[in-house]
């Protein structure tokens, strides 16, 4: 389990993550760089015992990689943003 928290660094927190979260059921994390999508699906599943839809993945002028995240729709980006902390 470890091992899924190196991957997954951080939540991100703004007025365009809280959007995604609310109209697209998606979540957006800081990622580790050399993770790539599959090892960011497993994580996410594996931590919020959740099924991801889909990963995109940008690499931020700030040389960080942002993971966008799409859940199924029977699962809810609000209640595992109220987990974090972030609603």
Known sequence: MERYYKI???????EKTFDLIERENKLV???HKGANKNQIKQAIEKIHNVKVMKVNTIITP?????ALIKLRSDYSAQ?????LGIF
């Open 8 to 14: 997954i660094q951080r939540p991100l927190i703004t």
């Open 29 to 31: 994390f800081i990622v």
């Open 62 to 66: 700030r040389g960080e990689k942002k």
């Open 79 to 83: 209640d595992i943003a109220i987990d």
